[in-house]
């Protein structure tokens, strides 16, 4: 466990990891440790995969959903600008920002590097800074991904990577939290571990912690994975670079990595013109035994999270509607 997490920490550039047993975990777990709570809102963006909203809701808290960038596939910094500007205050007994609308406190912000592709997550934390509001990293896609060259999840407060079966680096299931702040790194690897206090035989626990950790085989398996992740990225890198040539020549738009990012191309995608055209894609190529998909239903659409506020989010509903993501695995 410990030589996994020293290997992540080292590869990633941050001081501290923290193994834990799924990404969602860990996003519960740093959502906590940046101190959200009942009864706040965490904002975060419409386009992503559920267990980014979920997180929030284990800590009774409700997302706030706000626009995405069309080429980055993340959140808008000019949108979030512009929610911030027009639609919260500043309380000035507390000094947190305040959702206008529904009157409760903003606690955190989750921007996620959609299929790995970085998010322009410099801007996004230099306006929450201004707000005052922390930043946690859903880089679960993006291990490998780089932006303005350093590795995602190293900008925010915390980071979050995932090792689910189906990410560029597996151990079966598993999750990790990425710090820079040490301190609060070890307080992570605390709480993961039941709040117990280290004792030669008694067992005493001082807060209500959480059974998140990775377990050892899960481990063993990510510090084998590693060892070949150059690998993985080379042949995710390939795999885009064809086709992106092969989709140069029609009418699709192959997405691409973003300026200033390398990105790990985690998920593949094109976009198609209409969503008519979408969906006769996706019907002809899983017709023919060709797994595509469309990109996930919007957050907001849901209905555990249709009360949620929601501010304008055009660009979102543009890629859900005309998004497909092809096939991607590492060949």
């Given at each position: 466990?410990?030589?996994f997490e020293e290997q992540m920490a080292a590869y990633t550039g941050v001081k501290r990891a923290v193994a834990c047993v799924n990404?969602?975990?860990?996003?519960?777990?740093?959502?906590?440790?940046?101190?959200?709570?009942?009864?706040?809102?965490?904002?975060?963006?419409?386009?992503?995969?559920?267990?980014?909203?979920?997180?929030?809701?284990?800590?009774?808290?409700?997302?706030?959903?706000?626009?995405?960038?069309?080429?980055?596939?993340?959140?808008?910094?000019?949108?979030?600008?512009?929610?911030?500007?027009?639609?919260?205050?500043?309380?000035?007994?507390?000094?947190?920002?305040?959702?206008?609308?529904?009157?409760?406190?903003?606690?955190?912000?989750?921007?996620?590097?959609?299929?790995?592709?970085?998010?322009?997550?410099?801007?996004?934390?230099?306006?929450?800074?201004?707000?005052?509001?922390?930043?946690?990293?859903?880089?679960?896609?993006?291990?490998?991904?780089?932006?303005?060259?350093?590795?995602?999840?190293?900008?925010?407060?915390?980071?979050?990577?995932?090792?689910?079966?189906?990410?560029?680096?597996?151990?079966?299931?598993?999750?990790?939290?990425?710090?820079?702040?040490?301190?609060?790194?070890?307080?992570?690897?605390?709480?993961?571990?039941?709040?117990?206090?280290?004792?030669?035989?008694?067992?005493?626990?001082?807060?209500?912690?959480?059974?998140?950790?990775?377990?050892?085989?899960?481990?063993?398996?990510?510090?084998?994975?590693?060892?070949?992740?150059?690998?993985?990225?080379?042949?995710?890198?390939?795999?885009?670079?064809?086709?992106?040539?092969?989709?140069?020549?029609?009418?699709?738009?192959?997405?691409?990595?973003?300026?200033?990012?390398?990105?790990?191309?985690?998920?593949?995608?094109?976009?198609?013109?209409?969503?008519?055209?979408?969906?006769?894609?996706?019907?002809?190529?899983?017709?023919?035994?060709?797994?595509?998909?469309?990109?996930?239903?919007?957050?907001?659409?849901?209905?555990?999270?249709?009360?949620?506020?929601?501010?304008?989010?055009?660009?979102?509903?543009?890629?859900?509607?005309?998004?497909?993501?092809?096939?991607?695995?590492?060949?």
């Open positions: 466990m410990t030589e990404g969602t975990n860990a996003i519960h777990l740093a959502l906590r440790l940046v101190g959200v709570e009942k009864g706040t809102e965490v904002i975060t963006q419409p386009l992503t995969f559920i267990a980014t909203a979920n997180a929030i809701a284990y800590c009774d808290a409700a997302p706030i959903f706000v626009d995405v960038d069309r080429d980055t596939l993340g959140l808008s910094p000019g949108a979030l600008l512009h929610f911030l500007e027009t639609t919260t205050y500043a309380d000035q007994s507390s000094g947190r920002t305040i959702n206008a609308v529904t009157g409760k406190p903003i606690s955190a912000c989750i921007p996620m590097h959609t299929f790995g592709h970085p998010g322009r997550i410099d801007e996004i934390i230099a306006i929450c800074d201004r707000y005052k509001i922390p930043v946690i990293e859903d880089a679960a896609e993006s291990l490998g991904s780089f932006y303005k060259g350093r590795h995602t999840g190293t900008y925010g407060k915390i980071g979050v990577v995932s090792f689910n079966g189906n990410k560029i680096l597996t151990t079966g299931g598993g999750g990790m939290l990425l710090f820079m702040d040490e301190e609060l790194g070890r307080m992570a690897k605390h709480l993961s571990t039941q709040a117990k206090i280290p004792h030669p035989w008694a067992f005493v626990h001082d807060e209500i912690g959480y059974n998140y950790r990775m377990p050892n085989l899960n481990a063993a398996l990510g510090v084998a994975q590693l060892e070949q992740l150059p690998k993985f990225l080379r042949s995710k890198r390939d795999l885009a670079a064809r086709y992106k040539e092969f989709f140069s020549a029609t009418e699709y738009q192959f997405v691409d990595e973003p300026s200033g990012a390398v990105s790990n191309y985690w998920l593949n995608a094109i976009i198609c013109k209409t969503q008519n055209e979408r969906d006769a894609v996706l019907e002809y190529t899983n017709a023919n035994g060709i797994m595509t998909r469309p990109a996930w239903q919007l957050m907001n659409r849901l209905d555990m999270y249709a009360h949620c506020y929601c501010a304008d989010i055009p660009n979102a509903k543009w890629l859900e509607s005309r998004l497909i993501n092809i096939p991607s695995s590492v060949i």
